[in-house]
């Protein structure tokens, strides 16, 4: 098992990309708290995922956009974990509009989950890498927060700002040992089949490899794997594109 021992908080765990990297980590070895808002949800992937793995897979449910509950999660994991060694940061959200429609609290929305998210669950999980000795942040971006998309200008604009966060904790951080990556999917989930049709299915359309996106389990499940464990030890303020070329970074 390639991450066994490994200690590791996945939030957005409750369905789609967040709970595929869920179980391909658990399957792995590595002890896995996933988080989620969604409590029905994401106490039934944990349960899930144990029952398949019998491995330590628990939940918590946790708002990504109230600090103190990150904080609180975050701490109280790597409490029950003895440390922690890796955040799979997916929890995000969608609203598609176009960009002279979109309101004030569809920017709230957007800026709440998407970058305040990524901000606390960072911060929260420094602070516990910091006193492991080490370990490893992966956010997740979008094709849209590196060039234009049709009616996804908000969350274009939160997601670039998670590229953007991501590259200057990967240089602030590195001297504590810890590393940060983004990955940038294009898989199958919900949030991609409810994505604008003149803006996503437009662009899905012309991925390179095989006209269509790739599946959570068969295409981007193995690249988290790698990701999580020992072999990405050299790698941070990266950006991986798990997309079928329909974006390609430099």
């Not at 990504?64 to 799979?88: T, Y």
């Not at 504590?176 to 299915?201: D, F, Q, S, Y």
Request: hydrophobic share 45%; proline share 2%.
């Amino acid at each position: 098992m390639q991450l066994r021992n490994k200690r590791i908080i996945v939030t957005g765990a409750a369905q789609g990309v967040g709970e595929s990297t869920a179980r391909a980590l658990a399957r792995e070895g590595a002890s896995v708290v996933a988080m989620d808002v969604d409590e029905d949800r994401v106490r039934a992937t944990a349960h899930s995922i144990a029952a398949e793995t019998g491995g330590d897979t628990t939940f918590q449910v946790v708002d990504v956009s109230d600090r103190g509950q990150v904080f609180d999660a975050v701490a109280a994991a790597a409490d029950r974990l003895g440390g922690l060694d890796v955040l799979v940061n997916v929890a995000g959200v969608q609203r598609a509009k176009p960009a002279e429609e979109l309101a004030p609290e569809d920017f709230d929305f957007l800026l709440n989950v998407n970058v305040r998210g990524t901000f606390y669950t960072n911060q929260a999980a420094f602070t516990a890498m910091k006193a492991s000795g080490g370990g490893h942040i992966i956010n997740f971006g979008s094709d849209a927060g590196m060039t234009a998309i049709r009616q996804l200008g908000g969350y274009a604009a939160t997601k670039g700002a998670v590229h953007a966060w991501t590259r200057t904790i990967a240089l602030e951080f590195a001297q504590h040992g810890v590393r940060a990556n983004i990955v940038v999917p294009a898989m199958k989930t919900a949030m991609t089949r409810a994505g604008a049709k003149e803006g996503r299915a437009g662009v899905y359309a012309k991925v390179p490899l095989g006209g269509d996106l790739g599946d959570p389990d068969r295409d981007l499940a193995p690249v988290m794997v790698f990701l999580a464990g020992d072999g990405s030890r050299f790698m941070t303020g990266q950006t991986i594109c798990v997309n079928g070329g329909i974006g390609m970074a430099r």
